[in-house]
DNA sequence: GGATACTTTAAAATCATTCTAAATAGATTG
DNA sequence: CAATCTATTTAGAATGATTTTAAAGTATCC
């Protein structure tokens, strides 16, 4: 059972061409959990569903489910880029041996004091990140 | 005027052997402000003082330097790892059109609640980042 | 000073990502 | 529904940051 129909809408509202590749990525992305991916993780785990695409057709569709709005990008961790579905305000912890991320639910946190912003400026998004390692 | 004397008891403490590479990085970095530093930038400012220096060389440097914990890996931006001199427990601004950080007094930020840790980790750092950009 | 182990170096290799140019496939219009 | 227009896909080349390699150089220890 696939969430073609509610890929297919979310595509259309973003003012997104309907493509194949699109729609085989949205499923997979926008199901019942939030997700963490790569476009090289997400490109594996095409490849082990038995689809082929190009590497580039996932980094280009990656970036523009990102300029929709759909996607998140967070801290790049080893150099790589990766993408939240969780579009929400809230933090990660980071396994520095695996590069893993996971969320921290957004009532465990609380930032009492924020900084006043350089002249200028404004926010544009906010991150904590705890990077955590396997106990000694 | 140089730190030479002070960034050679460093290297010494660090148990780091005393080549004349690192000296020089040493005396560019640990000088009175903290700063930030990738190795493309601290090559160029090198070559700007017109000494030679293989790139590869301020890479091994600088990884060595943090192993031997005088340097911390910020999160990286673009792309590039960054190295901060300052060890303390800190925050930054990042400006998302040039990739500039600024450190945030630790006086202004306060994490009121922190998350349990998933079992079995331990925390390595923390860090928040709060990207800016221009005002439009 | 000479042996030994660590460093530096230039160049090649690697890895993630982006670009290119041609082929393909949605969308639109008549 | 066909013709056309334009965005997208694709394979492969190109890029840019970083790492590796292997050889030459240099700090350290005796």
Redesign the interface.
């Known amino acids: 059972m696939s969430d073609n129909q509610n890929t297919i809408e979310m595509l259309k509202k973003a003012g997104l061409r309907l493509t194949k590749q699109r729609i085989f990525i949205g499923d997979l992305l926008f199901g019942s959990k939030h997700k963490h991916v790569s476009a090289e993780s997400l490109h594996k785990q095409i490849e082990k569903l038995g689809k082929k695409m190009a590497l580039a057709t996932v980094y280009n569709c990656l970036h523009h489910f990102h300029k929709a709005g759909l996607l998140k990008k967070v801290?790049?961790?080893?150099?790589i880029?990766i993408f939240d579905t969780n579009l929400c305000y809230h933090h990660h912890?980071l396994?520095?041996d695996t590069g893993e991320l996971?969320d921290?639910?957004e009532s465990?946190?609380?930032?009492?004091?924020?900084?006043?912003?350089?002249e200028?400026?404004?926010?544009?998004?906010?991150?904590?990140?705890?990077?955590?390692?396997?106990?000694?």
């Open positions: 801290n790049a961790v080893n150099d880029i912890f396994n520095v996971t921290i639910d465990n946190v609380s930032i009492a004091e924020l900084p006043s912003l350089p200028g400026f404004e926010t544009e998004s906010m991150e904590l990140t705890i990077r955590v390692k396997p106990q000694t």
